[in-house]
C-alpha cells in the first residue's frame, strides 16, 4: 500500500490506555442535549420552544446541534452496527494496547483516529503525540482527516464529517468516517445492512428552539459498500427470483459432493460447510487432480485469520487453474454470505462440470 505519510515512529503508549467515556461537550453536555432535544419532539404544533428560556441552554444564538433520535440508538442493526466498528477499531488497535469504549467519546480528539489510520495505511502522521487544549485536538482532526481525505478523494466519495463535527461528538459524523475506512481498507468484518437514523437537529433562533427530522442512511448493501457496483445474475436472483435459489443450490451441492465423495466428505449446507476454506482447498486439488500438502493450509481452522487465510489459497489455487478472480472476497465467505459463496462455487461448477 503507498503511504499517505511518512515520519518517525512514534513512541507506543507504556501503559494501557482506556480512553474516555464521560467527557462533556464543549458547549452542551449529552444530557442537556437530550433533554433540549426531547422538549424539542414533544412540542405539539410549533418547532418554537415557547417554555425554554436562553438561561436555560447552553446553545449559543443561531448555534445548531444534532443527536440520533433515542429510537433510532435502540433499533437493533444500530446497535450491531456500533458493535461491529468497536470490536473492529479495537482488534486493530490491540497491539497499541488501546481499548475504545464509547465511539463519540474516544474518538473526538483525533488520538484514537491518528493510531487507527496509521496502523490501517502503515504511515506515520506528523502530529502531537498527546494534545489537551481545544485547539490542539482541532489541528490533530485536521491532519488526521486531510489524510484520510486523501485515500477516500480518488473514490469520489461524498465525505460527511468534518473537524467540527467529529471533535463536537457528532455520532452519526464518526459513524460515517467510520464505515468508509472499513470500505476502502476492506476490513475483515460484515457491516449490516441498510441502516439507517433518523436525526434530531435542535438550532436556537431568536431565543427559542427549534427542531426538526432529517434521516440518515449509514450503511447500504454489502456489494455497494465493498464497491462491487456490478450486477450478475446472482444479484437478479436474489431480487427477483428467490424460488429459484434452491434449485441453484441444490445443483451447486450435487456437484461439489460429486468430487468430495471421493474423500468420503460430503456437504449438506452452502452456507456454512465452505467458510472455513477447507472444502474449498480440497474440491480444487479433485477438480485439477493434485495433492494439497497440509501444510499450505490450516485443515482445522480457529481463528477468523486462519479461514481467511484458507479461503484466499484456494482463491490463489483457482488463478493457477485459469479460473478468473473470484468476485467475493475471501473475507465475505468466511462471513457466511451465501451469494458470495454461491458465486466462487458456480464458477468452478461452469468450468469443471462435465469432469467425470
Known sequence: MNEVCALPALRRPPVVLVCRAAASCTLLTMSDLQEEGKNAINSPMSPALADVHP????LEENEERTMIDPTSKEDPKFKELVKVLLD?????????????KQLEEDLYDGQVLQKLLEKLAGCKLNVAEVTQSEIGQKQKLQTVLEAVHDLLRPRGWALRWSVDSIHGKN??????LLVSLA???RAPIRLPEHVTVQVVVVRKREGLLHSSHISEELTTTTEMMMGRFE?????TLFDHAPDKLSVVKKSLITFVNKHLNKLNLEVTELETQFADGVYLVLLMGLLEDYFVP??????????FDQKVHNVSFAFELMLDGGLKKPKARPEDVVNLDLKST???????????KNME
Do not use: C, G
Not at 438561561?55 to 447552553?58: A, G, R, Y
Open 88 to 100: 473492529w477499531i479495537n482488534d486493530v488497535l490491540v497491539e497499541e494496547r488501546i481499548i475504545v
Open 342 to 352: 454461491l458465486r466462487v462455487l458456480y464458477n468452478l461448477f461452469t468450468k469443471y
Open 55 to 58: 438561561e436555560d441552554t447552553q
Open 171 to 176: 455520532l452519526v459524523a464518526i459513524l460515517h
Open 294 to 303: 497440509l501444510h499450505n493450509f490450516y485443515l482445522t481452522p480457529e481463528s
Open 231 to 235: 450486477r450478475d445474475a446472482f444479484d
Open 183 to 185: 470500505m476502502h481498507f
